[in-house]
């Protein structure tokens, strides 16, 4: 039995989208935004199965009238596709520039976010869990030039230097949540952006901790008060010592333990 020919082999079906617009208005960006996709990201040399969220946008030239949807989904169904090599932070300029030529743009930007995972290891009992970070990039090209950041929110623990100088005991400390981002000049890891946050902080967080994990993390970040400022500055300072890292900008939010509002502080550098 002959097999069907495909409809729009028999039938022209008019590309409404590549017909002209008369209102001469360039849109800066037009796209999918949102759409969930299930990606396989490489950090170093861990690989690990991820979902991203993901808004994939063009430049539209003003005498354009639409952009063509589903070529931006195709753009990261391929990247999904068994046997795919998994996305890193060097394949944004090739990606990009692929989404580029695909649709014809002038210009084009994505924005991929999503947990990627750490496995640790308990400072006394050595016992191994997973904490999440997550991971914002964005690449974009625009007149040529390309452009990439790489984003990290690490939780970690701060004490308040304040609560232990004036305390006879005890100090109030809570949990905190340092976000860089990055605009790299070299390779750049999302393990080391994970580092340079939990060594600016009182102390780092662990998913499992047995009673002597508990006992050296409380004194750790006893032995180690920070305010909000401080871990800014801290993080900030190796950035701006770090050849790989162009700007930056550092956050930390401080989700107080004693006050119904968060403490906030950020240094921005290079933008």
């Known amino acids: 039995m002959n097999r069907p020919e495909s409809p729009n082999l028999l039938i022209p079906i008019p590309d409404v989208q590549a ?7 360039a849109i800066e960006r037009v796209g999918i935004k949102g759409l969930r996709y299930p990606l396989p990201f490489a950090d170093g040399d861990a690989t690990q199965a991820t979902i991203a969220t993901c ?7 003003e005498d354009q009238k639409g952009t063509h949807m589903s070529r931006l989904v195709e753009l990261l169904e391929e990247r ?4 795919a090599t ?4 060097a394949m944004l300029k090739p990606l990009v520039a692929d989404l580029v030529a695909r649709l014809s743009a002038p210009g084009g930007r994505i924005e991929i976010a999503f ?11 050595g ?7 997550d991971v914002q990039l964005t690449a974009e090209l625009a007149n040529g030039a390309f452009n990439a950041t790489l984003g990290v929110s690490v939780p970690v ?13 005890g100090a109030h400390n809570q949990r905190s949540l340092v976000t860089i981002v990055v605009r790299p000049r070299e390779p750049l890891q999302i393990t080391d952006l994970v580092r340079i946050a939990e060594d600016a902080a009182s102390c780092e967080l662990y998913g499992i901790l047995k009673r002597a994990d508990e006992k050296y993390v409380t004194e750790r970040a006893y032995d180690n008060p920070r305010f909000v400022e401080d871990l800014v500055r801290g993080v900030a300072s190796r950035l701006a ?3 790989r890292c162009g700007a930056f900008t550092v956050e930390a939010e401080n989700f107080e333990s004693i006050h119904n509002h968060s403490a906030y502080a950020r240094i921005a550098r290079g933008w």
């Open 19 to 25: 017909e002209r617009d008369e209102r001469h208005l």
């Open 86 to 89: 998994p996305l890193t932070v």
């Open 115 to 125: 947990p990627f995972f750490v496995r640790k290891l308990a400072p006394v009992s």
């Open 241 to 243: 010592a770090d050849g």
């Open 157 to 169: 623990t701060s004490l308040c230097p304040c609560s232990k100088e004036i305390s006879e005991y």
């Open 55 to 61: 808004n994939v946008y063009v430049a539209l030239p």
């Open 80 to 83: 999904a596709a068994p046997g």
């Open 127 to 133: 016992v191994a869990s997973l904490l999440d970070i």
